[in-house]
């Protein structure tokens, strides 16, 4: 039986996007581990692997303008027939049942698609302008393909468009978060003179404060399970592995790529995994893998001077950390004032999976870490 090759859900803001190339051409043998198409997305661009392993049979959709779950290809046996299964595809109308909202899953509100004509659609692709960016000034707004030509001609250029695509992308994600997610935020003010310690320990090795914290984020996590569950739906599940989202600062906007078993990782292999994310997510060269699947969240701020902020839950994901600048400053040291290096450090949770107490208590567990790391370096 034919499988439909469908454009999958890249990120949680993820709606629209383009394809941009093929790896393949129909035809082709293909197996399941295999990249099949290149999709630009609304942080990043994503190498798709096919869905299945058969033949390429049919190519629905060579470049342009695509949506989440819409088939652009089906892959089968060699020679199988998929007349009748595009047919379905083109023909049948899909009708989505109501759902009650709950108070656990509120709905996610999705862009309606941009009302456009075909011709429009294909010139967009030719000439690689965003169709949700052009104004419409057909029937109701459609666009046509005088409006495409048009905003192609303006002075402005397609990476700008990108940057807006994403911005409004990124804000529809955070928006659905802060207004659905009851957030609470445990703070602490963490000693860090054994971190700043460290960092000069491994300077040599280029080890970034990032790398450490993420390194003692990592032996400490584990032992919080209620702070690494995702909603599926109306129900949490547990992570399997600590795979940590680490909120990187792009032009498309902030993306959160994910390294994998963090807490299998030593100080070198984080950093090396670290910096391969942080170049591929401002080149937009992430995979799939590379962005979906976290199971918490870490944002530092510290190397743009920042000394402390209130992060939006990454849904649906349940907590995030944040941490701002490492700083030194007077200190209280017995009877008498010293000099004592010192970071701000803030868990967001959503209260529905955790209660603020387990936050607390990993933030004092951090700092238990912090405070001897340099015994493990």
Known sequence: MPTPVTIPKASISFEEGTLLKWFAVEGDSVTSDSLLFELDTDKATVEVPSPAEGVLLKILTNTGPVRVDEVV???GAPGESIEAKTATVAETPVITAPIAPTALTPPLSSPSRTPSTPAARRRAAELGVEISNVQGTGPGGRITEEDVERSAAAPRTQ???RRELARGELMRSLAHAWQTVPHIHI???LETDGLAEARERVRARDISVTDLLLFALSRVLPSFPELTRSWNGNRLEQASSLDIALAVDTEQGVVAPVIRNLASLDLDQISRRRRELVDAAR???????D????VFTFTNLGMDMVDFFAPIVNWPQTAI???GRMTQEPVVLGDSIGIGWRMWA???LDHRAA???????LLAKLQDKLNHISEEL
């Open 73 to 75: 290809g089906w892959i």
């Open 159 to 161: 990476e700008h468009s």
């Open 187 to 189: 703070s602490k003010r």
């Open 283 to 289: 080149a937009r060269r992430l995979k799939m893998s």
């Open 291 to 294: 962005v979906n699947g976290g």
């Open 321 to 323: 950390l944040a941490t």
């Open 346 to 348: 803030n868990v967001a």
């Open 355 to 361: 209660d603020g107490a387990a936050a607390a208590r």
